[in-house]
């Protein structure tokens, strides 16, 4: 439980860098490769889940009690209406070059704006004003 010991927003944000890194590794297999192939997807069986359920309960900090319905619809929402944003600049940079790999790097796009955007978020006033009590690390 690392988030336990970093604290949720740390801990999620150091998954980005994961993602970050285990992006790059995809992009340097080379074909044929199956050692590196094989790490690439256990990387990213490690990272994705752990993000997953990080992100998941750290929104759920954000809730005010008695509302999690409105705000869990408005999470699943977001999430189904915008699963097509990554596969739609995989597909365009992929076409706009010829190879996929130039296309697997701009996946990071997705990674740098979401830990921007997480970074500014003032996670212990949110949980205050949500009325939730706030864990010992944020």
Request: aromatic share 10%; proline share 6%; with cysteine.
């Amino acid at each position: 439980m690392r988030s336990a010991r970093f604290g949720a927003k740390r801990t999620a944000l150091g998954s980005l860098v994961g993602w970050t890194a285990v992006v790059c590794c995809a992009y340097a297999l080379t074909p044929g490769a199956v050692g590196p192939f094989l790490a690439v997807g256990v990387g990213i069986g490690v990272v994705l889940g752990g993000t997953l359920a990080l992100t998941r309960s750290m929104f759920s900090q954000l809730i005010p009690p008695g509302r999690e319905a409105e705000y869990f619809s408005l999470y699943e929402i977001g999430e189904k209406g915008t699963s097509w944003l990554g596969p739609l600049l995989f597909a365009t940079v992929a076409d706009v070059t010829g190879s996929f790999r130039p296309a697997i790097v701009s996946l990071v796009v997705f990674f740098v704006v979401g830990g921007a955007a997480l970074a500014f978020v003032p996670m212990r006033r949110a949980i205050r004003a949500a009325g939730n009590e706030q864990p010992l690390r944020v």
